[in-house]
């Protein structure tokens, strides 16, 4: 098995501002991808983090916006970049081996102002 | 597209009663993995059950089952003699693969309430 934490858990930031959320995994792991979870709705996939390359964004999600990085097989960080308030949501990282359990973190509730 | 579709928003049970969470899928894909995921209201979600689409035979998690039928696209979950820290929220989801890569597409969730 594997434990997911993120940091912030949460924060308020002020619109046009930038916050970068960390992804630590205690294990290795092959796959590593970040979701956007609106409260009580469904996840929505932002990209998948790929270790020593660039992320694969999903349709709707750009690097500009959204830069990702994968240092190694255990962390990846997550920047919300010129914050707008349609940005506030749960941002969720999850992390697993093919075909194997996806684990995932707590999240990190943004609010942006 | 590749889309899941839950049909029942909010549920609720009593305890030790027996509900079933409904789930379709729409993939064009032969080979995929089936998930149950739960996410309690501390937000962490973790695995319920998994079925990989090869399989005929329905899996089981000892109070989670499956009903897994792969013409229809279907994938329902039944929680027997619920609990009240089954109260969460439910997400099926289908896992597709292809270019050393792989990624999960989730439902809308169906939130289920276990009455005392």
């Known amino acids: 098995s594997a434990v997911i934490s993120q940091k912030p858990s949460r924060d308020i930031c002020q619109r046009g501002t930038s916050l970068t959320i960390q992804c630590q995994v205690d294990?290795?792991?092959?796959?590593m991808f970040w979701y956007r979870q609106q409260p009580g709705q469904s996840l929505t996939l932002i990209a998948t983090?790929?270790?020593?390359?660039?992320?694969?964004?999903e349709s709707g999600f750009v690097i500009d916006k959204f830069p990702i990085s994968r240092p190694n097989l255990t962390f990846s960080t997550l920047t919300v970049s010129n914050m707008s308030p349609e940005d506030s949501s749960i941002y969720l990282c999850?992390?697993?081996?093919?075909?194997?359990?996806?684990?995932f973190g707590p999240g990190t509730r943004l609010t942006v102002t | 597209a590749q889309t899941v579709t839950q049909s029942q928003p909010e549920m609720s049970v009593q305890e030790a009663e027996t509900v079933t969470l409904s789930c379709t899928y729409d993939?064009?894909?032969?080979?995929?993995?089936l998930f149950w995921y739960k996410q309690p209201p501390s937000r962490q979600m973790i695995l319920v059950i998994r079925?990989?689409?090869?399989k005929q035979q329905n899996a089981t998690e000892n109070r989670f089952s499956v009903n897994f039928q792969k013409a229809a696209k279907s994938f329902s979950l039944k929680i027997s003699d619920s609990q009240l820290g089954d109260t969460a929220m439910y997400f099926c989801?289908?896992?597709?693969w292809g270019s050393g890569t792989y990624k999960y597409i989730f439902g809308t969730g169906t939130r289920l309430k276990v009455l005392a």
């Open positions: 999850s992390g697993g081996t093919f075909l194997n359990e996806q684990y």
């Open positions: 294990s290795q792991v092959t796959m």
């Open positions: 983090a790929n270790q020593g390359s660039e992320a694969t964004y």
């Open positions: 993939t064009s894909e032969n080979n995929y993995y």
């Open positions: 079925q990989e689409a090869y």
């Open positions: 989801a289908f896992m597709i």
